[in-house]
């Protein structure tokens, strides 16, 4: 929110507030008028502002707990012969592309076939042991 217009919204309804006090013609009538919608240009892009920056604020969360969720996730993992593991001393283990999680982004379960890991989008990967 921009303090400065917030700030001369309130000067200027003091400032009606004085007029009103003395209204006895119609320039100064006028001058009311005009006063109240220059204040009221003001609140509206205060308001303008304010849901910009409640809007910028929304998405800034979006993007933190995205990034908390991956840390959280990437720290449950081992990285071992070119895959990470989750659970790797238990039978449930999940094994991930290390090459889609880190280039791409995106969890990628795989599976061994035939003493190899196998990833949909890159192929197989020999186990080193």
Not at 89 to 100: L, N, T, V
Request: hydrophobic share 35%.
């Amino acid at each position: 929110m921009d303090l400065t217009s917030f700030g001369a919204a309130l000067s200027g309804l003091k400032t009606i507030s004085d007029l009103l006090k003395s209204a006895s013609d119609v320039n100064l009538a006028t001058r009311i008028n005009a006063e109240v919608i220059g204040i009221q240009g003001q609140l509206i892009n205060v308001q303008q502002q304010a849901l910009s920056l409640q809007n910028e604020n929304q998405e800034l969360r979006e993007k933190l707990r995205a990034i908390e969720t991956d840390q959280s996730f990437r720290q449950e993992l081992t990285f071992k012969n070119n895959v990470y593991i989750k659970n790797p001393s238990r039978p449930d283990q999940e094994i991930y592309c290390s090459a889609c999680l880190d280039l791409d982004k995106k969890r990628v379960r795989i599976g061994i076939e035939g003493g190899s890991y196998a990833c949909p989008k890159h192929g197989y990967m020999e186990i080193v042991h």
